[in-house]
């Protein structure tokens, strides 16, 4: 049975995302109730070399059989891709296919995909419709909802970029059977996160169901822990569309040294989620130091946090790794000239987004030397 979260923003139209097993069946027929869909003729799909061979094949023929006009293209599966040279290409493709203003992008994929069409979609013809379906767990509770949308530079991730949102969001739970391990554990990082910064509840929750969650063993628990996901960004986007209100950067708990990690040891070597949990574990202890040094009463009860959260990612199967170990460029000083490329600095200070407990969160600015004294300690 498929679940539907509704996405409500100020100023823009409501959309639908739809989660369970199967429903890419009908993605054809969901589109084409979409009133600016109804008289749309062309739709490109963009998918990537490891999506495309095996669900392909279904999403263009429910596409056909709404009365879609179908054409794919196909990008190399990883993070290489969402670059500005690629998104050249799909654009120089999209207008030798002649796509008007009416067009749709469908975007069949993960997270690497999702961003890339967005990013293509919002700004051809200055914008151009966008459909989301995402074939991974990370994608299918974060990147595909809320409207974010960039390509990397080899200075630094999603650098270049545009808030867009989607039309419709299709989560096919089915095509999550397929997903690598690795790739499973990234969703769940990012599920924890999402935890972690809404409510006792969902954490809880998820604390009780990280086992069969890791297990890929409860179709229940996994369609469970999408919509709790989405529900909750569903909400922080709404309050802050464009993170300007100071509200959807909780949205960056764990981001800050983990866009770091993946940048120093090169995009693709260690998976998002790894390095996003890894940053939640260093974002728990500097929280820890920063209040030793006010309030020892508060420093012991963000310790207890800390450990908290370090059983869920643990349960979840997101184990610390040993950053000394695994690569001679994730030294503190590497670490602390990524993050002051990360679009999240302001005035020459790094911000962070620290939890002394479930729900309640700040963001913190740290000049370069209380960031390297953290740094040091960590790894």
């Not at 151009?128 to 909802?145: E, H, I, R």
């Not at 911000?351 to 600015?365: A, E, H, I, M, P």
Request: proline residues 2%.
């Amino acid at each position: 049975m498929a679940t539907k979260v509704i996405v409500s923003l100020p100023g823009e139209e409501d959309y639908a995302v739809r989660i369970g097993q199967g429903v890419m069946d009908a993605l054809g027929r969901d589109v084409r109730k979409i009133d600016r869909f109804a008289q749309t003729r062309d739709v490109l799909v963009i998918t990537d070399s490891n999506v495309g061979p095996l669900y392909l094949a279904q999403a263009r023929g429910s596409l056909s059989q709404a009365g879609f006009k179908v054409a794919d293209l196909t990008v190399p599966a990883g993070e290489a891709s969402k670059s500005p040279e690629v998104a050249s290409e799909i654009w120089q493709a999209m207008a030798q296919l002649a796509l008007g203003r009416d067009a749709l992008v469908v975007a069949l994929g993960g997270g690497v995909v999702g961003d890339l069409a967005g990013f293509v979609a919002s700004t051809y013809m200055r914008g151009v419709g966008v459909v989301q379906v995402p074939t991974s767990l990370l994608a299918m509770v974060d990147s595909s909802v809320g409207g974010k949308t960039a390509v990397n530079l080899p200075e630094g991730k999603n650098l270049v970029g545009t808030f867009f949102q989607p039309s419709f969001v299709c989560a096919d739970t089915s095509t999550l059977k397929t997903l690598p391990e690795r790739e499973w554990l990234c969703g769940c990082g990012e599920i924890a996160k999402s935890a972690v910064i809404d409510s006792d509840d969902f954490f809880f929750w998820l604390m009780d169901h990280a086992e069969a969650l890791a297990g890929r063993v409860d179709e229940d628990v996994i369609a469970e822990a999408i919509a709790r996901s989405v529900v909750f960004k569903a909400d922080v986007v709404a309050r802050d569309k464009t993170e300007t209100a100071g509200v959807r950067e909780c949205l960056n708990y764990g981001h800050t040294l983990g866009h770091a990690l993946e940048a120093c040891a090169g995009f693709g070597k260690f998976s998002h989620g790894a390095c996003v949990a890894e940053g939640m574990r260093f974002a728990a202890q500097v929280t820890v130091d920063e209040l030793a040094q006010v309030d020892a009463e508060a420093a012991e009860s963000a310790r207890e946090f800390a450990q908290a959260q370090a059983e869920l990612l643990d349960e979840l199967g997101l184990v610390r790794f040993d950053l000394g170990a695994v690569s001679s460029g994730l030294n503190p000083e590497a670490l602390l000239a990524a993050m002051k490329r990360d679009k999240k600095s302001r005035a020459g200070e790094l911000r962070f987004v620290l939890v002394n407990d479930v729900s309640k969160w700040r963001v913190v600015g740290l000049d370069d030397d209380a960031v390297l004294g953290h740094l040091r300690s960590w790894v």
